[in-house]
Nanobody, 127 residues
Framework: QVQLVESGGGLVQPGGSLRLSCVASGFNFNVYYVGWYRQAPGKEREGVSC????????YYQDSVKGRFTIYRDNEEKTVYLEMSRLKPEDTAVYYC????????????????????WGQGIQVTVSS
């Protein structure tokens, strides 16, 4: 069965760093875009960052540019989100999602393009 499993979340102080991991199985991971999405209480789920299967294309939401980095290891079937200089407004449940290549260009702006979702993991940025 298809699985996307996130790990690495938790509580961190403002200005701190955290690395999220998403381990995939059960589908052709290497040709899929993978994105990170987040949902804060009372808000819509939004795209944070996504990456193409070959890592040639990456996308970032403006609010995280220069602070977050997405990368992947196709041998390990894992996508990472390195988060630095974290802010309280980064607090959310973070989800990884897989997008077929045909719709890869929509990965950031259209969460409906996601074929498979992980279960989500909490990131809390607070003093």
């Amino acid at each position: 069965q298809v699985q996307l499993v996130e790990s690495g979340g938790g509580l961190v102080q403002p200005g701190g760093s955290l690395r999220l991991s998403c381990v995939a199985s059960g589908f052709n991971f290497n040709v899929y875009y993978v994105g990170w999405y987040r949902q804060a209480p009372g808000k819509e789920r939004e795209g944070v960052s996504c990456i193409s299967g070959t890592s040639i294309n990456t996308y970032y939401q403006d609010s995280v540019k220069g602070r977050f980095t997405i990368y992947r290891d196709n041998e390990e079937k894992t996508v990472y989100l390195e988060m630095s200089r974290l802010k309280p407004e980064d607090t959310a449940v973070y989800y990884c999602g897989a997008v077929r290549p045909l719709y890869g260009s929509r990965c950031l702006r259209d969460k409906r393009a996601v074929d498979y979702w992980g279960q989500g993991i909490q990131v809390t940025v607070s003093s």
